[in-house]
């Protein structure tokens, strides 16, 4: 895939190919979602970290947490690398430290965030199956207005303009090219 370049999937944004031992990189950049700057939508980071840690742990376990810290913003013309720390591998766990960093127009690397990634192994069988019931029921999501239908029903009611509403779409339009949202 090309520099600058978008993903035409959700697997494809999220991929990282292998640069050696426990290290790699993006397959394309991350992208903006939210920020006039040149500055990457923090998902696109977090999933990125993610996938480098689950390729480091067998097929077998299970993410399960995955937390992390933003240190500064990623920036949309470049890829992100992944340097993963084995923490620990047991029968039945695996923990990532995963230092997601950049390369800056200087040549020097920026770490954008550090995470942790938890994996357990799926157990097969569970005593205690827990799950609390919605407190009000909702309308069925083919009943609901997609982000696109919304933000022309707010245009039409006067809520907000025309303008503001094809900027609000273009903002955030990211989330769409992989999410059906509605509310």
Same mark, same amino acid.
Do not use: W
């Given at each position: 895939?090309?520099?600058?370049?978008?993903?035409?999937?959700?697997?494809?944004?999220?991929?990282?190919?292998?640069? !050696?031992? *426990?290290?790699?990189?993006?397959?394309?950049?991350?992208? &903006?979602?939210?920020? @006039? =700057?040149?500055?990457?939508?923090?998902?696109?980071?977090?999933?990125? !970290?993610?996938?480098? =840690?689950?390729?480091?742990?067998?097929? +077998?376990?299970?993410?399960?947490?995955?937390? !992390?810290?933003?240190?500064?913003?990623?920036?949309?013309?470049?890829?992100?690398?992944?340097?993963?720390?084995?923490?620990? *591998?047991?029968?039945?766990?695996?923990? &990532? %430290?995963?230092?997601?960093?950049?390369?800056?127009?200087?040549? @020097?690397?920026?770490?954008?965030?550090?995470? %942790?990634? *938890?994996?357990?192994?799926?157990?097969?069988?569970?005593? %205690?199956?827990?799950?609390?019931?919605?407190?009000?029921?909702?309308?069925?999501?083919?009943?609901?207005?997609?982000? @696109?239908?919304?933000?022309?029903?707010?245009?039409?009611?006067?809520?907000?303009? +025309?303008?503001?509403? *094809?900027?609000? %779409?273009?903002?955030?339009?990211?989330?769409?090219?992989?999410?059906?949202?509605?509310?």
């Amino acid at each position: 895939m090309s520099h600058g370049s978008m993903a035409s999937s959700l697997q494809e944004q999220v991929a990282v190919d292998e640069l !050696g031992s *426990d290290h790699f990189i993006s397959r394309v950049d991350p992208a &903006r979602m939210g920020n @006039k =700057a040149n500055i990457a939508y923090g998902g696109c980071t977090i999933s990125i !970290g993610v996938q480098a =840690a689950c390729s480091t742990v067998s097929p +077998k376990y299970l993410l399960y947490s995955a937390t !992390g810290n933003y240190l500064g913003p990623a920036l949309t013309d470049r890829k992100l690398k992944c340097a993963v720390r084995r923490v620990r *591998d047991t029968r039945t766990f695996a923990t &990532r %430290l995963v230092e997601i960093s950049q390369d800056q127009d200087d040549g @020097k690397s920026r770490l954008c965030m550090i995470m %942790l990634a *938890d994996f357990q192994v799926k157990e097969e069988a569970s005593l %205690l199956v827990y799950s609390a019931p919605p407190s009000m029921s909702y309308s069925p999501p083919e009943k609901c207005l997609t982000t @696109k239908e919304a933000t022309e029903d707010k245009v039409q009611r006067g809520v907000v303009t +025309k303008k503001l509403g *094809d900027l609000y %779409l273009a903002t955030f339009g990211f989330n769409s090219r992989f999410f059906e949202t509605r509310g």
